[in-house]
């Protein structure tokens, strides 16, 4: 390390902890919550994700309402986070609302279907293609049923995964290319998985790397965002959709679309927006405006594969294939009602129409202001979704987010953010718009984000 890079590095160490000092005095409330919770959670909080904000504790909130979150201390804070895309409806949308408390009142789960689903079913095909349709309690249940089913009807074991990628709590997926080597991902604890037999990961973007892995015969499933937004965004470079199906397809290998994220793209998200023709598509987070449910929906061609092995039930037997997938609690009435009022009236095309017109003035005002600055960083968007990123140029690979990455940075910009009443996603620095997320929402934005510039050109970090 130069000096040069030791001195700036002490600059962050120190702007990080003056911030996390205010932090600390501006949530007296939220400090006294989270050191009652350490007696009782095993890491702090409900679910051990929410340890992770840049304040050093967590904000505790009181309540919520479209694209604003007030907390137990009674500040306010524009919500570009929205649950880590969760909450891309938008907190307590009335449709949803109403229609969870209808349920509510009729029955939340029975283990029995509703006539919503019907609608429901007609629905997810109308905006996503052709499909034979499943609901699970999240997405990543929803990807290891899509994995349990390729590897059933290919007879092979291998996941193929790109590196840097996240889809939930997958086994297979949790690994990555680091130096050269592959090893599991962020801090995840080896769990008892061979992942040599079960796991092959080549980098984003890498059409020849694709080519080879899936020669040897033997991965079942590529499992795949549309593009990367997991960790930052990772644009995706003309024609690798097309390889990627092409090569899939010559190589007997299930083609898994997971648009968790890239549902902000529009009404049938990246895949109905560009044409693609997955085997097995599958979502989560917002399908259903906050309630827990995640989808699986298997092609025609697909779907008659598994059922030469798992025929459709003789009405006059007992159904007692369990397939490895699936529980009670999947496809419940009060997933299925919220799941309409989302699917029928809030991710309209209309409301997208709004939401990716703020996404594209936020991502304007921000690269302007980077620009204005000569900064060597850059903003994506996609869809509803921007993406702030300290590099100068859109990475193409995890490796390239490996080796540009400033993460003492990112800590300092949430943790200020937070401070001057904004939220982004804590792992990285993503901003959601919801229905609901309003031009003077953006210009706060806007202004806090120039005020952050301004703090750190004036600590001499740029």
Known sequence: MTTATAERQGVLNRLIETEQ???????????????????????????????????????????????????IDGRDYIDFCLGDTGGMCGHAPEAVTEAATRQLKRGATMMLPTEDSLWVGAELSRRFGPKYWTLTTSAT????????????????RKVLVFSGCYHGGVEEAHVEIRDGRVGLRNMIHPNGIDHD?????????????????????????????????????????????????????RAGTILIIDET??????????????????????????????????????????????????PHVNPRERQSAHLGFGGTLAGNA????????????????????????????????????????????????????????????????????????????ETLLHTFYMNEGILVTPFHTMLLMCPATSASDVERHTAVFAQFIDLIRRAGVI
């Open 141 to 156: 249940d929803a990807n290891r049923a899509a994995i349990r089913i390729s590897r059933m009807i290919t007879g092979r």
């Open 21 to 71: 000092e205010r932090f600390l005095g501006l949530h007296p409330r939220s400090a006294e919550a989270w050191q009652e919770g350490k007696q009782h959670f095993l890491y702090g909080g409900p679910s051990h994700w929410m340890r992770r904000w840049a304040g050093g504790f967590p904000i505790y909130a009181d309540e919520a309402s479209g694209a604003h979150i007030r907390d």
């Open 334 to 409: 009060l997933t299925i009602a919220t799941m309409r009022a989302v699917l029928e009236k809030v991710l309209t095309p209309a409301n997208y129409e709004r939401m990716i017109a703020t996404a594209t003035r936020l991502a304007s005002d921000i690269s302007r202001l980077i620009e204005a600055n000569h900064l060597p960083w850059h903003v994506a968007q996609i869809g509803a979704r921007a993406e702030i990123m300290f590099m100068r140029e859109p990475p193409r690979s995890g490796a390239d987010v490996i080796a540009g990455r400033q993460p003492d940075l």
């Open 197 to 249: 037999a079960v796991s092959r990961v080549v980098e984003f973007n890498d059409v020849a790397a694709l080519e080879a892995a899936l020669a040897h015969g033997d991965v079942a499933c590529v499992l795949a965002e549309p593009l990367m937004t997991n960790f930052g965004m990772i644009p995706v470079v003309s024609c690798f959709h097309q390889a990627l199906r092409d090569l899939t397809r």
């Open 261 to 310: 994220h890239t549902l902000s793209c529009g009404p049938g998200g990246y895949t109905g927006d560009n044409g693609l023709e997955p085997d097995i598509f599958v979502a989560g987070k917002a399908i259903a405006g906050g309630i827990p449910a995640g989808i699986f929906g298997l092609s025609p061609e697909i779907a008659e594969r598994l059922w030469t092995l798992v």
